[in-house]
């Protein structure tokens, strides 16, 4: 008896804890969806909304996980960082010596080409740049296939070709390209297409996971490519990430540390001369430390100038490379990118045979005379080498181009100031790359510990610093920064984190316009058919109207992906009841998986029988019921503070006056765009528009 | 004619730029108040809602501004960083120069006592650790006084005498606080109690950009504490910031560099020996460069150990250290704090001549022969010092003792390990100094740099980074970082990033409970009165009903201080008839300025007759019309993340089905707290809760 009252006992407990907390004291139960509670590995909400919480793993019912399979779930997720950490700096120590081996091989451009053409649909990836395709997966534009297996190989093999047979460009960028593609690749559990899976990585199968990996791998392409694990940290943070967590900081920081590591006993096994040219220099890549660098007040004077210069020389920089991207891509829509390519590639194989050597030889040798036009002829072949040498249709990185030309031009400042100043040659042009590096790029503390990791010299660091402040400051009063320019050039629909003046005389409902497409919390199956082949929605706002409900209410949001999933499974019903839960059973977690870039099912490949079509779909199971909301009269500004701060991919919105429909509209990430918002309202001119805007939004143009 | 005309065109071309655009053709007009769009000068919503944009700066018509306008607008405020970085580093100049001045002399612990008898006052704020309140405000807690002139005064003088008397306390937490200090006041304009105003500052005068600034001061306090620039922005944003802007990244970069340019310039003019030992050894402290530190893959063996080991001594120290602090502030209840105080320096004064001195010694002096005991009785001594030391009533930083400390075990160990290890004693010294950093203070990217800073040895950094990870994982495992568990410990309401597993189990509309106190949009200056005595909630919603509108209508929300501000002004209305907007030409752009710190009017010092009780007040355009709202039903997990994210002070919660009252609540930062849930619900028993939250709730324990 006392056994079974314990147990009784037990099992309600047990029970009250299933049920929805509290739920005998409520009014109304907690209505966000289960699907959207159990988390991760069920719901790919489409959106970084973070309701999607961390620990969210294991089946269904979140509350049987033990301490072990907690402590299980976070050794994957280190184990999973310590790969993308291992495999990035292998394709580093790869990549550097292969470019070592086949550099100044004259077959290398001929290879190059055959290796594109074999893989000519990699074109559009590469047409836009690594780095710019990585930052705007990061905002949250997503492209079909830019992190897959085979955009990795290519991106390596293109990126070494690239870089060894001598044209003007870099590595970093393709570097960062390929550790994100190495962190997307294991965090969707490996490739499908080429067998590749491995099923303990299903975990990490949801928007959120990929985005902190992909994060992650950026920081540890940039710690590879320049030896610099800080700077890569800084960079990924400062740069890329466009959500940034402090449990990212923690988790970037442990990648570029493996890099770090496994860097340095790479290092240590080459030491032995087995593998060329790698270990020569350690981890410090262009050394100019020296006992006591002495400069005093004086040196300040050369060293304002050289920034403010090099400001100048780098908005001038982001403008032409802005030109000339748009220019090479009208080029290539008419198929002639390949004639383009082969002819640049022969022009600098005869010019530069290596400028890698040159810029050590720039920065770090410090006696060596170099002759005055020599200097200047190669600071401007540099200059607009690299600029038409980014474009072509190769991996390319500006980090390094960006840093000789700087590096060319601040010796050359170095040698004009000549015995005036306390600094030597090599470190003007340490100061003149900071100078050019800031002017284009605009970054600011990562490139301050990028190229202390680069030169080892911290006495240099207040006038790098202040180097780097002149020279931004003067850049961005003519231009924003390259990747801006690079992102709006291509017309990406990137998010920014500031709102411009005019958004603040817009409301939401001003926006939100067109019309809207809503399912009842039971549909008609034939219905969803109908709206899902002729819309391209994402989320659809689900209402439940009378009998269901009192009044017509909002029941929360529901994702096209999560519709198809539905309407693939079939379960549907003769008469339009609601299933309650029972429904879940049906569906394994596995089956709401986020599937790699492009790869979702879609609507037309379904095949549903008249008498299907007559049937209907109980929604509510599979509706986030709690999405965020905003009231129509909101100013745009604020809604889009909501929509980038909480990462957002929908955003509701309500009437002010209750009793219409209980939903107005839904905001995406295009309502946000400038060339949306004037399309809509034939009042709002261009030369309207301009006076509203005070600040110009530089994307305006593209519109 | 014609004249006319184009009179008339641009007159209605400025008309319509004024109003609200294009409401022609809009059913509802942009509801936000004027009073928040015009913004940052005007409107000091109590939150970091940040509709309050960067550049609303002049008087109410923000489309009156010039490109002059916004340029001095900017220039003010790099100005304004600019000045931060110069006190701060001048006050860490001087700092330096008095502790050395003053070190060893009989009379500091006198001079100390009588400093904090007649600052009795300050006791209160020094109570509590320097750094501690600063991350405090940072997150959104504001006391009173935290950052007047008289805390800044004593903070200095204070943390000069503490240092200086050979109390085993750092001088960085002080810093931080100082630099904080003095961004603050400079932030409102100067102490308006001393008469130290300046009329320009008066735009900073808004809690966003305070907020802002006081970061930018606690980067340079850590820039200028440890000569480390890049350091110490980092320290601002992986461990003091709350809320991270982009925009923020580059001023405080800014503020740290300053820091550094002057604190260059600085030694630069002590090095003729004007200034004692300031100029000696430049910029960084403890140089530890070698040309080529040797170490292979069988060093890590020892290092990986060094790290565990810091991990655990780590976290117990923190234990300890908070388990002291409890104690000490029972104690300071019992008003004896001062005896103790006296008593400990008396016995530190004794014991240690100069930890500073054997610090570096540890560190940099290699050859140096160190015996067993002594340097194990040194440790022991300084863990254990340091924590009673610590809590004493006197402004005490960690950094230091930490480093001392860990050091000192690290150089232990390195003589244990001896000549197994390619690694001499002082490298040792450095890494048992990251590994106890990290243990205790569990922070990454900024110990990293900072220790990188502080001994200039980059060719360390695999390792330094190897020992930070090991060190912070084990550490982890035991407790959380120092600073959160001293927070608790004094009970500030913090606000985390991460979501408790048992707010997802909640609805926003279980923890809104209690009465709910609402205005109407004209309402009776007697009910005004009576709720704002009666209650203490810093926000109101405004609720406007029939005849103002057909059914009830969530208008928006009114601040206290607002509210207070119209009585104040007693515009008050014999009937209940809207104003409009005329309303606002009573008011000048000071009046809603956010005061400093605990300056507000308060209800009880206003008076008012019979005759004005029974008038009316039109509140309308003083509501921010478009608060961030959410239905009811959504979860507790979801709200906090609206909340924390965009920075909020108050979230209006509205029913799920219309019909009801237009809000049901408003969640403030309370409201979050594992403690208010918990009084909120009978049934959520502690033993329930503890099977609920699986992750313990750290801050559970208070409650």
Known sequence: MSTNFTNGEANRDHESLITPLLSSQRSLVNSTSQVAIVGAHVCPIESLDYEIAE?????????????????????????????????????????????????????????????????????????????????????????????SLRTLVIKIIGSITAVSSSLLVGKAGPMVHTGACVAALLGQGGSKRFKLTWRWLRFFKND???????????????????????????????????????????????????????????????????????????????????????????????????????????????FLLDKVLRIYSRINEKGVALQNFTCLCNFHFHFLSSFWTTMACLIKNTNFEFQYPSILIFFVTCYFLSIISFGIVAPAGLFIPVIVTGASYGRFVGMLVGSHSNLDHGLYAVLGAASFLAGSMRMTVSLCVIILELTNNLLLLPLIMLVLLVSKTVADAFNSNIYDLIMNAKGFPYLETHTEPYMRQLTVG???????????????????????????????????????????????????????????????????????????????????????????????????????????????????ASPYTVVETMSLAKALILFREVGLRHLMVTPKISGRSPVVGILTRHDFMPGHILGLHPMLTRSRWKRLRIRAPRIFKLF
Not at 130 to 144: E, K, M, R
Not at 219 to 243: D, I, K, N, Q, T
């Open 510 to 624: 001003d926006v939100v316009r067109g019309p809207l497409q809503v399912f009842q919390g039971i549909e008609k199956v034939g219905n969803i058919v109908h709206v899902l082949s002729t819309t391209s929605h994402n989320g659809f706002p689900v209402i439940d109207e009378p009998p269901l409900s009192e009044s017509p209410v909002l029941y929360g949001l529901i994702l096209r992906a999560h519709v198809i999933e539905l309407l693939k499974k079939k379960a549907f019903m003769p008469t339009p009841v609601p299933i309650g839960t029972d429904a879940l059973n049906l569906f394994s977690a596995g089956d709401f998986l986020k599937r790699g870039s492009g790869n979702g099912d879609k609507i037309e490949d379904l095949q549903f029988t008249e008498e299907e079509m007559e049937m209907f779909l109980d929604l509510h199971p599979f509706t986030n």
């Open 208 to 318: 959120r996971d990929r985005r902190d990996l992909v994060t992650c791998g950026s920081a540890a392409g940039m710690a590879a490519a320049f030896r610099a694990p800080v700077g890569g940290v800084l960079f990924a943070l400062e740069e890329m990430a466009s959500w940034w967590r402090s449990a990212l900081l923690w988790r970037s920081f442990f990648t570029t540390a493996v890099v770090a590591i496994v860097l340095r006993a790479l290092i240590d096994f080459c030491l032995s001369g087995k593998c060329g040219l790698f270990g020569k220099g350690g981890l410090i890549m262009f050394d100019v430390y020296s006992e006591s660098v002495t400069y005093h007040l004086i040196d300040v004077l050369p060293v304002l100038t050289l920034g403010a210069i090099g400001g100048i020389l780098g908005s001038l920089y982001n």
């Open 55 to 147: 620990n969210d793993f294991f089946k269904q019912d979140w509350r049987s996980r033990g301490k072990m399979q907690i402590f299980q779930y976070v050794l994957m997720k280190w184990l999973l960082c310590f790969l993308i950490g291992l495999i990035v700096s292998l394709i580093g120590f790869f990549n550097n010596l292969a470019v070592e081996n086949i550099a100044g091989m004259k077959f290398v451009v001929t290879s190059n080409m055959m290796m594109l053409n074999k893989f000519g649909m990699a074109f559009l990836v590469f047409s836009v740049s690594n780095l710019i395709l990585t930052l705007a997966y990061l905002n949250g534009v997503d492209a079909p296939g830019i992190f």
